[in-house]
């Protein structure tokens, strides 16, 4: 039977066996490998979260645009103004698209509590339509489509608004954005 023992052997410069623990790592040799992860976590991780900020500020730049062309369709096809909200836009249930709800945009952008991407979007209609035919609430002849970071410098940094025009605002500070005349006032996303 062959027994292995937990110590290595080594001659000395005397010529006789020592004995060495051969245990493991030490605790500096730890502690270095632990500083140089912490380092390379601090370099890495503000990158990260910056490149996360900038992928929810264009994907809600895109569902801004989304919610302005899916508004103009509406206006055209069921002759009632632009829609009088979000949830009018979305699909209904396990029916054929109508008025009130047209089918247009996809439910993460229809469906309380209206957020996507660390965004909260928000729509708003002002002076409305009559009644057309087919369709059990009103329009609007203008709108404001309008999103914000859900926590400002995290998630975002820039507010974006549209109306009736379409032509896309954004606003650095990330601040809501309350009317049209203050959305139209904002520099254009290019």
């Given at each position: 039977m062959l027994v292995r023992e937990k110590y290595n052997s080594t001659l000395g410069p005397d010529g006789q066996k020592h004995l060495?623990?051969?245990?493991?790592?030490s605790l500096i040799e730890l502690l270095i490998v632990?500083?140089?992860i912490l380092i390379i976590a601090a370099i890495a991780i503000p990158n990260l979260i910056r490149a996360r900020m900038a992928a929810n500020e264009a994907a809600a730049g895109t569902s801004i645009r989304t919610i302005t062309s899916a508004a103009v369709i509406y206006s055209t096809t069921y002759a009632?103004?632009?829609?009088a909200g979000l949830p009018t836009l979305g699909p209904p249930a396990g029916a054929?698209?109508?008025?009130?709800?047209?089918?247009?945009?996809?439910?993460i952008l229809t469906s309380a509590p209206f957020q996507k991407?660390?965004?909260?979007?928000?729509?708003?209609?002002?002076?409305?339509v009559i009644v057309a035919g087919g369709c059990t609430s009103p329009g609007y002849t203008a709108y404001l489509v309008t999103a914000v970071p859900m926590v400002v410098g995290f998630t975002g940094t820039r507010s974006y608004c549209s109306d009736e025009p379409g032509v896309i605002h954004f606003d650095t500070s990330g601040a809501v954005i309350g009317s049209s005349a203050a959305c139209v006032a904002l520099p254009t996303l290019q």
């Open positions: 060495s623990d051969a245990r493991g790592f632990i500083a140089i009632n103004g632009y829609p054929q698209a109508t008025c009130d709800q047209a089918d247009l945009i996809d439910p991407s660390g965004y909260t979007y928000s729509y708003t209609g002002s002076v409305p």
